[in-house]
């Protein structure tokens, strides 16, 4: 939902989303005063980084714990996995570039041409990928794509088992899916189009033998994916783990 940043900023500080909050980060209502400023900041970064907006929207995408089952999806087993109360945050507004622009708290700016969505081979292991796979898969499902700004803040520590990527990719694409999707796709296509962008975009398998680059399938194992082998072998062996 887009609103004026000022009424945003009105709400935060007295209290509207109060209960909201309480409920998102299972705390008492005395205790959502942290979590207002919080987006109370990011509306403060979206600025700061990308000018003046006349509106913007507030987003959250929690991070996650596997409960049991953890790295059994790898091997087509299941998974029992469960968000946690803390989250990546973000304001998103448009910007009339016809560019996805997000910056990250400690990132460096990533900046997407949406007239021009093709995986790059540079862009592997990169946020970019990520970005253009999601905005790639969105607009195969009839997204009307155009120019927005994204700041995001995010407590969810990198590398700790709670999904600090997984966070991003539900983020962006909820931020996709709210702005640009006129027919709105479900909580767990959101989460396929991460894995999509994530396994064809941003992390291919070359295997060293046979000279073959690899992405990975959540349906059939690893998939052939063609690519310049000898430019492939100048990288070197990668793994996915």
Known sequence: MMKPISVWKQELAGGTHTARLASLYCCSPEQTAAHAARYAAVLDGLEATFGAHTEAGLYSAPGRTEIGGNHT??????????????????????????????????????????????????????????????????????????????????NVPKGSGVSSSAAFEVLIGVILNDRFMAEKVSPIAIAQIGQWAENVYFDEIFDAETGERYYQCSDTGYCLKRRNAQASQEKGVETHE
């Open 73 to 154: 999806d790898h091997q087509h087993g299941r998974v029992l996995a469960g968000s946690v109360n803390i989250d990546m945050i973000a304001a998103a507004a448009p910007n009339g570039l016809n560019q996805l622009r997000v910056q990250s708290e400690g990132y460096d700016l990533c900046v997407i041409d949406l007239g021009d969505l093709a995986a790059r081979k540079e862009e592997e292991n990169t946020t970019m990928a990520l970005l253009r796979g999601e905005c790639e898969a969105f607009k195969e499902r009839g997204a009307a794509l155009s120019g927005l700004d994204v700041y995001i803040s995010s």
